[in-house]
């Protein structure tokens, strides 16, 4: 079983096609599909996972219907924590997911099929910070967001950030409280979050948790005093994603295209599709197909229309490799 390091192929090849990287297209490498024979009418292609994948995936399953009319698709975004469990008991074709498979999940599965579950990255997403547009905030460390979220505070604050004046020089906002909203534990960005900014520690019993990633954008944007995470592709004209930095005191930065594909944003990540690939023998045509769709320029056309970025040729074609299905390009 090969593994890979997709941030470290992104960085070498990168896949922005533009000077400036802010108006971002498909990489000019990737082949477009071609429909092929074989794929039974009736064939089920089911995904249960993550929720911040939902509408991509719906878009991916649509154009795929078009191309083969008899085939039934289900999209059911629970979560990323539902997406290796219905993989184990094969209730999914394939399990989105907006994180990296946790050690007992790959446990569980293995111990049923003798091999881990194999992710592919098919999207690029930057979890942003955000604040309603009338806050005049730009930016925030990691230790900043830590004192706002968490109540162990790992980031090292030494008191929890209660008032906006925490912040915010403006009189107006000094005697304001944090309003925090953020997802439920099912969610692989709920773990994501909790493991990059709050450095594994424990969510405040203060924070709202939301089913859905849509849910805590709306909140942001209807409450002036609001701050939520979400994926970038959730932004709408109610909410201002925040500058970040690393460090306190260092130099914030925004979530960009071009700062994801340098790797200088601190909260770009892979969205991934797990699937059940047995090294020994091949994928099913169903399968082979799909995956062939997404990581093809039609496929990632959906995923720019959808507000995500696209993969790179580089990362495209070193996926379809492990799972043994030749790329052609």
Not at 144 to 155: A, L, M, N
Not at 192 to 206: N, S
Not at 219 to 245: D, F, H, M, W
Not at 283 to 294: A, C, G, M, R, S
Request: charged share 20%.
């Amino acid at each position: 079983m090969r593994s890979f390091n997709w941030f470290a192929i992104l960085a070498v090849f990168g896949c922005c096609t533009t000077a400036t990287c802010q108006t971002v297209s498909v990489d000019s490498q990737l082949p477009s599909y071609k429909k092929v024979s074989g794929i039974a009418g009736g064939s089920m292609l089911k995904t249960v996972g993550s929720d911040t994948m939902n509408n991509m995936v719906g878009l991916w399953t649509e154009e795929f219907k078009k191309l083969y009319p008899g085939v039934k698709t289900a999209v059911d975004g629970k979560g990323s924590s539902n997406a290796i469990p219905a993989l184990t008991e094969r209730q999914a074709t394939f399990g989105p997911m907006s994180r990296d498979a946790k050690k007992s999940e790959i446990t569980a599965f293995s111990e049923k099929f003798g091999y881990p579950p194999l992710l592919i990255p098919t999207a690029i997403d930057m979890l942003a910070v955000y604040v309603n547009k009338d806050n005049p905030l730009e930016g925030l460390s990691f230790p900043e967001i830590d004192s706002i979220f968490s109540s162990t505070r790992k980031q090292g604050a030494k008191q929890q950030a209660v008032k906006w004046g925490e912040f915010l020089k403006q009189p107006a906002w000094s005697s304001k409280s944090i309003a925090c909203y953020g997802r439920n534990a099912s969610s692989g960005t709920y773990g994501y979050f909790k493991e990059m900014v709050l450095a594994d520690g424990d969510y405040g019993t203060w924070v709202g948790e939301a089913p859905g990633s849509s849910s805590v954008v709306q909140s942001v944007g209807e409450n002036l005093y609001g701050i939520g995470y979400s994926g970038i592709g959730y932004r709408t004209a109610n909410v201002k994603p925040l500058k970040l930095s690393v460090e306190l005191g260092g130099a914030l930065v925004a979530p960009e295209p071009a700062n994801a594909f340098d790797g200088s944003y601190p909260l770009a990540r892979f969205l991934y599709l797990a699937v059940n690939y047995d090294p020994r023998g091949k994928l099913d045509p169903l399968q082979t197909e799909f995956l062939k769709f997404v990581l093809s320029k039609p496929g990632q056309e959906q995923v720019i229309k959808d507000g995500y970025l696209p993969v790179s040729a580089d990362i495209a074609r070193e996926a379809l490799l492990s799972v043994g299905v030749e790329p052609g390009f």
